[in-house]
């Protein structure tokens, strides 16, 4: 068997173990634990608050578009820094392809703007 196999056949037998691990940690979990379903237990409900009644409003998606959104120009800023810092090693190249990555999400950030995703109100 050559070596590369080898080292294939190393990862495939440590995925099967945590894989196998996680099977048998949730079926144990489940075997262990009380059930006692109450009709109080087995109500519908939304961060602690019932669903019952005029209060009960369900959360509104333009929240978790403008969260998905943060968390993107975040990892920009992730891939930007370390760019920045070796910009004298890559060149031209570098600074044309991080000019394409930053072209890119400005048409996303135009895009959700003019969809008006970014309004608040």
Do not use: C, H, N
Not at 75 to 88: D, M, N
Not at 91 to 112: N, P, Q, T
């Amino acid at each position: 068997m050559s070596e590369l196999v080898r080292s294939y056949l190393v990862v495939a037998l440590f995925g099967v173990a945590a894989v196998g691990m996680v099977a048998v940690m949730l079926g144990l979990a489940r075997f262990l634990r009380p059930t006692r379903p109450t009709r109080q237990k087995l109500i519908a409900y939304e961060s602690g608050v019932d669903p019952s009644g005029s209060e009960w409003v369900q959360s509104q998606v333009r929240y978790y578009v403008f969260a998905v959104l943060f968390v993107v120009f975040d990892v920009e800023a992730v891939f930007i820094f370390p760019w920045a810092i070796q910009l004298e090693d890559y060149g031209l190249f570098g600074l044309v392809e991080m000019g394409i990555f930053i072209a890119i999400l400005a048409l996303g950030l135009g895009y959700a703007w003019r969809k008006g995703v970014l309004r608040w109100a």
